[in-house]
């Protein structure tokens, strides 16, 4: 592929054939409510209420006006929500969303990454057991309230035998003491901690009672090695749960007229497919209720339910030469991850450069904004240009960048968007 090819123009869609009329499109609804907003805006406060009737037909009249420029350009960035398809049906933009085991390198399936993870841990007890029960506390333990207790109580005890080594008491735990049942023995992989580190289980005789009870009781050996005690229990603090990585599922595909279309998996939305075909469903009726006067907290409300819609974005970045780099992130990522992710695949990496969102604004690198609070979600098209002034300070230094902004290795593997 030459360095300088042109990124083909990106054609409208064809006009659709008539159709019986439905219910507005999200484009539609979100024109409405801009419209809305200005009219809102417009209004002098000093007068008394307008006509709901006026205010509904100025609103269909605006709302018409926007949807048809909306819909004779396209703009980059376009990320009205698709209907989710099946992972393995044709033409999707990326085939389902995918996590990397921290442990084994394995790529999972969303559906798989609890179990593999379970398994990679409960595998790593033949080969470091302290390590493994950790782990399984942290990790198999979901209430993270009751884990930091537990945890927090098993340190107390290895304090209490670290500072007073010579006292027997220290060293036996009895299993049915309260404190014992409630915030340890109701945790998994507590009693392989306790195993692992040196104690044993035994039965022993209990001060004025007939049966002994059983009780947890340091080893001579674990006691003559009070640093790995308090090694182990610095671990135990520390840890974090397990956790499956995302899989960005980088790819670089050449300039492409579909740059700004997603078909996408149902993994991208937290609603099943029937839920967002109810939703669109009652959006039938969207013009008449986006029409009724709504107060701020009403339209913040429901935006922010609108952000909570998706747990997933995928997210293009269209440089100079047409081609397109894409990758797959969580909705509430900040935009210093897309940062992060372009500069891995640029040659100059050292050189400042911006990302332009739909219509030219400009996303800051600094931003501590998430991918759903700038509307870039469940996908987005994004442009990249270097920086005016550092393309100012090369030029008159009577030098040029590199045609090619992508490290050879990304373009080698370069695909056609399909």
């Known amino acids: 592929m030459r360095a300088r090819e042109k990124a083909p123009k990106e054609r409208p869609n064809p006009p659709a054939l008539r159709q019986p009329r439905q219910g507005p499109t999200d484009e539609a609804q979100m024109a409405a409510a801009a419209a809305l907003a200005r009219l809102e805006q417009?209004?002098?406060?000093?007068?008394?209420?307008?006509?709901?009737?006026?205010?509904?037909?100025?609103?269909?009249?605006?709302?018409?006006?926007?949807?048809?420029?909306?819909?004779?350009?396209?703009?980059?960035?376009?990320?009205?929500?698709?209907?989710?398809?099946?992972?393995?049906?044709?033409?999707?933009?990326?085939?389902?969303?995918?996590?990397?085991?921290?442990?084994?390198?394995?790529?999972l399936r969303k559906d798989q990454r609890d179990a593999r993870?379970?398994?990679?841990?409960?595998?790593?007890?033949?080969?470091?057991?302290?390590?493994?029960?950790?782990?399984?506390?942290?990790?198999?333990?979901?209430?993270?309230?009751?884990?930091?207790?537990?945890?927090?109580?098993?340190?107390?005890?290895?304090?209490?035998?670290h500072l007073h080594p010579e006292e027997e008491k220290y060293r036996k735990i009895k299993l049915q003491n309260k404190v014992f049942q409630e915030r340890i023995n109701c945790l998994e992989g507590t009693h392989e901690f306790f195993e692992a580190i040196g104690f044993q289980k035994a039965l022993l005789p209990v001060p004025d009672q007939e049966s002994p009870e059983e009780f947890y009781v340091l080893s001579v050996a674990?006691?003559?090695?009070?640093?790995?005690?308090?090694?182990?229990?610095?671990?135990?603090?520390h840890a974090e749960p397990v956790r499956a990585t995302l899989a960005r599922q980088r790819r670089v595909f050449r300039?492409?007229?579909?740059?700004?279309?997603?078909?996408?998996?149902?993994?991208?939305?937290?609603?099943?497919?029937?839920?967002?075909?109810?939703?669109?469903?009652?959006?039938?009726?969207?013009?008449?209720?986006?029409?009724?006067?709504?107060?701020?907290?009403?339209?913040e409300k429901e935006e922010q339910r609108e952000m909570r819609r998706y747990t997933y974005t995928l997210l293009r970045v269209r440089f100079p030469d047409g081609c397109l780099l894409q990758g797959t992130f969580y909705a509430r990522e900040r935009v210093a991850a897309l940062y992060g992710f372009v500069r891995e695949a640029l040659q100059s990496d050292w050189l400042p450069f911006e990302l332009l969102a739909s219509?030219?604004?400009?996303?800051?690198?600094?931003?501590?904004?998430?991918?759903?609070?700038?509307?870039?979600?469940?996908?987005?098209?994004?442009?990249?240009s270097w920086d005016a002034a550092v393309l100012e300070d090369i030029r008159a230094a009577g030098t040029e960048l590199d045609s090619s902004i992508l490290k050879p290795e990304l373009l080698a593997a370069i695909e056609k968007l399909s």
Not at 48 to 54: A, E, L, R, V
Not at 59 to 70: D, F, G, P
Not at 285 to 298: C, D, G, I, P
């Open 42 to 107: 417009k209004q002098p406060r000093a007068r008394g209420p307008t006509s709901q009737d006026s205010i509904r037909n100025q609103v269909r009249k605006e709302l018409r006006a926007e949807a048809t420029v909306s819909g004779s350009t396209e703009a980059p960035g376009t990320n009205v929500a698709p209907e989710p398809r099946e992972e393995g049906s044709a033409h999707l933009a990326v085939p389902g969303v995918y996590f990397t085991c921290p442990l084994t390198g394995a790529t």
């Open 117 to 161: 993870i379970r398994e990679a841990i409960l595998s790593h007890f033949s080969t470091d057991p302290v390590a493994a029960s950790i782990m399984k506390i942290h990790t198999f333990n979901k209430d993270r309230d009751k884990v930091k207790l537990g945890v927090d109580t098993i340190a107390k005890y290895l304090d209490n035998i």
């Open 222 to 237: 674990a006691l003559a090695q009070p640093q790995s005690l308090e090694r182990h229990k610095e671990q135990l603090l």
């Open 255 to 299: 300039p492409s007229p579909m740059a700004s279309q997603f078909d996408l998996p149902g993994d991208f939305f937290n609603l099943t497919a029937d839920e967002l075909r109810r939703e669109q469903r009652l959006r039938a009726e969207a013009v008449e209720r986006l029409s009724v006067l709504r107060t701020k907290a009403m339209r």
């Open 359 to 384: 219509g030219g604004q400009k996303l800051s690198e600094d931003e501590n904004l998430a991918f759903n609070e700038c509307g870039l979600v469940p996908s987005a098209l994004l442009t990249f």
